[in-house]
């Protein structure tokens, strides 16, 4: 579990960081859920970029310095990285050594992240030939070059297959609960509470999530 919180228990040893990747033209909205809580439950959230020192432009118009230049980023000191999406997947081949770090991360058996136009770098990087995955569209993923999982293409919200993370852009919460699963990072009950307040504005949840943050789970 690369020394993450197991079981929504608290945090009480040091672990490794979560990577979130940043480029121009990052989607803002899709990753927001995941880190804020990540970040809640004790995780360190560090940026990677192409470049270290240089900063990005968002989708938003946000400029984020990043932490450290993707080729400084090596799976073993990571928990978890995720991809995020962006138009420049989209238009060109500059996001393609993210993916190319993402194989090396499966290969470790780190976990991987993706939302969005990133599944559609994987895609080009064989990475969803054989493993179960989802994203925007079939069609999407379809017009990829080089891609070959359409038989393994499902259509969800958010899927999971072992280390790999998949979900559309439409689906934020989703690809949340799925990183907080795979992570460990809730009890299960107190996961389903919080994506059915989160995603389905449940204020039958609500308590639920309470309880566990007076018992430190939440």
């Known amino acids: 579990m690369n020394g993450s919180p197991v079981n929504g228990s608290p945090v009480t040893t040091a672990y490794k960081p979560v990577h979130l990747a940043v480029y121009d033209t990052y989607a803002d909205w899709e990753t927001g859920h995941t880190t804020a809580h990540l970040a809640r439950r004790g995780y360190r959230i560090r940026t990677v970029g192409p470049a270290a020192g240089v900063p990005v432009t968002t989708m938003g118009g946000l400029r984020v310095q990043p932490d450290l230049a993707l080729a400084e980023l090596r799976p073993e000191d990571s928990s ?129 999530l309470m309880a566990a943050a007076e018992a430190g789970g939440a």
């Open 80 to 208: 978890l990285l995720i991809l995020t999406g962006a138009g420049l997947w989209d238009t060109g081949a500059d996001l393609d050594p993210f993916a190319a770090r993402a194989r090396e991360f499966l290969a470790a058996g780190v976990p991987v992240a993706a939302i969005c136009g990133a599944t559609a770098g994987l895609a080009r990087e064989g990475l969803l030939d054989d493993r179960p995955h989802t994203s925007a569209a079939a069609a999407y993923l379809a017009a990829q070059p080089g891609y070959g999982g359409a038989a393994w293409y499902v259509e969800a919200d958010a899927v999971t297959a072992g280390d790999l993370i998949t979900a559309g852009p439409t689906e934020p919460v989703a690809f949340a609960r799925e990183v907080f699963a795979r992570l460990g990072v809730y009890e299960p009950e107190v996961l389903d509470a919080w994506y059915r307040l989160f995603h389905d504005s449940d204020a039958s949840a609500f308590p639920v």
